[in-house]
């Protein structure tokens, strides 16, 4: 979809023409009030419940949407758009700029907020007032609590899973990691690369440092440990000796098939920028104030990429701005990645609060 109006945009300026893509699953009531929705995290996409088109993998939320789960598509409306800055159909740095050509690094510095804005214009087009429920997990909590916060006329429900009020110090720099090597990579050629070979070298890099702060230890050292790789012992050479070592290459170069280097160093920066307090006169509290939704936010024991701490944080904020909050911790052993697997308490906690 196009959205009818030029996006403003936090670090000035606007884009003049915004194409959203999204996936829709569940009928719309005739009142639309049954709306969820559903916003994806930094390497997600609009695929919630349906197969990829490029990897041909089923949607990343499958387990959790569809009809009788818990994000019943037999009763709500389920829209999950694709984030601008992205490359999945979304206007990003692949876009074509007004001269015809890739905006590549003429593409604007974009914010968490900028993608929400993007979002409620597309709910705005479609004619949707009030959602039944916004919800998100990782980067896609972010997007929830901004839209919560910034628009917060707009949903009845909130559900934040593994995420955070603001990036932290750490996170950062496991951003800038990943942005480096991807801009170290020759074939990067500032950005412009798309009518030549892309800089899948570095992407996956970047896609490799970033994967192992989804997991845990406990998670690494269960599926793999130190075993060997297809061999009975080490070559004492740089090949993948170490199962984790081939796994990690897989997940890098499968990464670079469907994703776009410009995009990720833009989305990563968003997520940097992130801090909910800062656009709100330093205090958490502030963005929450007279907020009639109700939350819920999950966290899980063995995040520590967003671990309880930025959930509890948050929920010390909506109590002081009186807003109706339940908190949960989860145990599971999967680290991050956690809200995306099967976690049967998950499921119990996302159903019970959607109603």
């Avoid at 206007?91 to 993608?115: C, H, K, L, N």
Wanted: glycine share 10%; hydrophobic share 40%.
């Amino acid at each position: 979809m196009t959205l009818p109006d030029p996006l403003p945009l936090d670090g000035g300026g606007e884009l003049s023409r915004v194409e959203i893509a999204y996936e829709t699953y569940g009928a719309l009531d005739e009142d639309r009030s049954n709306a969820i929705l559903l916003c994806h995290a930094l390497t997600g996409d609009q695929y919630v419940a349906s197969p990829h088109p490029i990897t041909g993998k089923p949607g990343w939320w499958e387990r959790m949407v569809g009809p009788g789960k818990p994000i019943d598509t037999d009763r709500f409306h389920v829209i999950c758009p694709n984030v601008i800055g992205s490359c999945m159909g979304s206007t990003g740095p692949a876009s074509e700029a007004s001269d015809g050509q890739p905006y590549a690094m003429r593409f604007p510095v974009i914010t968490i907020r900028d993608m929400v804005r993007a979002h409620v214009g597309l709910l705005d087009a479609l004619g949707i007032e009030t959602l039944h429920a916004v919800v998100g997990g990782s980067m896609g909590g972010m997007q929830a609590l901004s839209l919560a916060a910034n628009w917060p006329e707009r949903a009845s429900r909130v559900l934040v899973v593994a995420s955070t009020s603001r990036h932290s110090a750490q996170n950062i720099g496991f951003h800038e990691l990943g942005r480096q090597a991807v801009m170290a990579d020759p074939r990067w050629d500032q950005g412009d690369y798309y009518a030549g070979e892309a800089p899948d070298s570095g992407l996956a890099v970047a896609r490799m440092a970033a994967h192992i702060t989804y997991l845990s230890e406990e998670a690494l050292t269960e599926k793999f440990g130190r075993n060997l790789q297809d061999r009975e012992a080490k070559t004492f050479g740089f090949d993948a000796d170490f199962q984790v070592e081939s796994y990690l290459r897989y997940q890098g170069s499968g990464f670079t098939q469907r994703f776009d280097a410009n995009s990720y160093l833009y989305i990563t920066r968003a997520m940097d920028y992130f801090d909910l307090a800062e656009e709100h006169g330093g205090k958490l509290a502030n963005a929450f104030a007279g907020t009639q939704a109700r939350f819920c936010l999950v966290s899980f024991d063995s995040d520590w990429l967003y671990p309880t701490a930025e959930s509890r944080h948050v929920v010390h904020a909506l109590n002081a701005a009186g807003a109706a909050v339940s908190f949960v911790e989860l145990t599971a052993p999967h680290g991050h990645d956690s809200f995306l697997l099967d976690v049967p308490a998950l499921d119990r906690v996302i159903g019970g609060f959607l109603g």
